[in-house]
């Protein structure tokens, strides 16, 4: 996670895929939107 990338938007990585962007006006918290990510990449699994 790079919450620090620009004002209005951050960047975090999955696996090999990098510098996903995200808005910081929806996930204001990085560590939620972390849970959030990991939650959803482990129903898509099951």
Same mark, same amino acid.
């Given at each position: 996670?790079? /919450?620090?990338?620009?004002?209005?938007?951050?960047?975090?990585?999955?696996? /090999?895929?990098?510098?996903?962007?995200?808005?910081?006006?929806?996930?204001?918290? /990085?560590?939620?939107?972390?849970?959030?990510?990991?939650?959803?990449?482990?129903?898509?699994?099951?």
């Amino acid at each position: 996670m790079n /919450p620090g990338y620009k004002a209005r938007t951050g960047t975090f990585t999955i696996g /090999p895929r990098r510098n996903w962007l995200y808005t910081k006006s929806l996930f204001p918290e /990085p560590d939620y939107l972390e849970t959030v990510v990991k939650k959803l990449l482990e129903n898509a699994s099951s």
